[in-house]
């Protein structure tokens, strides 16, 4: 401690004492008081390295934040990874935590996620880093039937709590999604997959509305109540938005959209706050909808 204290002039024992603390329980550093050498050593031949990125309390809070939102993703999906790291980022928060059980001052809640083969999320994903063709047995819930494709995997996504992969279907030689729960069995090809660019991939899922691909063939043109409009004019539907706010307080929203199955659940989740006022297929669409839904509940089904 003698040598510390002359080596860093005008630095106290506590200092030092508590820098020494902060490598052991902070980094894991195997520092330990020999007596024999008569100071503070490292025993372990060399291996030890600080890490190249320090983090402040704060920063370790934010990213064992984002791993509790990967892990509420799919629970049990990631553990195997995510565990040890985890751990080792609550050790590293534990360490000068002002108060205790910091990581319960953030609750994150997770709604209606498809559950998910995690064997079947670990192959996806290893022949999608190693660039290898897919052999799947896909399961069409439209259409209550099972298919087999080849598919060359291009991204996984996780849209609205669940998981779909975008991948070159070989047998319709197109692009085409695929949710990852509705896969039934996967089986990894010795072949290399084929690459689509980031551009077509882009103008592909990009330009049509939500997670339905497809160029943009139409745009809808929404309008919401004073009362509703404030919340609906924070929020981004579509990259490609446009919208306006009249002088009765209301919003107009136009959107674009290639398939509608997605905007119609968008827009009747806003009950009677909004009105379709074009195009005239997509109010029409929304009104049977409407329609059927209000038959369910009349209150005497034979009138």
Known sequence: MRNFLEEFEGVSRKTITRDIDFLRDRFECPIEWSRSKGGWVIEDEGRFELPGVWFEASEVFALLMMLHLVEGVQPGLLEEHLGPLKNRLRRMLAVGAPRANIEHKVKLIHFAPRIVDPKHFQVLASALLDGKKLRIQYRVRDRQEVTERTISPQQLVHYRENWILDAWCHERKALRSFSLEAIQH??????????????????????????????????????????????????????????????????????????????????????????????????????????????????????
């Open 186 to 303: 996967v089986q990894v090809l010795d072949e290399v997959a084929l690459e689509v660019s980031q551009e077509e991939m882009r103008d592909h899922f990009q330009s049509g509305y939500g997670i339905f691909a497809g160029v943009a063939k139409n745009r809808a043109s929404l309008k919401f109540s004073p009362r509703r409009a404030e919340m609906v004019a924070m929020e981004t539907w579509h990259p490609d938005q446009t919208s306006q706010t009249l002088n009765d307080g209301s919003y107009v929203l136009d959107v674009p959209y290639s398939d509608d199955r997605e905007l119609v659940m968008d827009v009747l989740r806003h009950g009677p706050e909004v009105e379709v006022l074009a195009p005239p297929e997509l109010r029409q669409k929304v009104y049977e909808t409407l329609c059927a839904a209000a038959k369910k509940y009349c209150p005497n089904p034979a009138q």
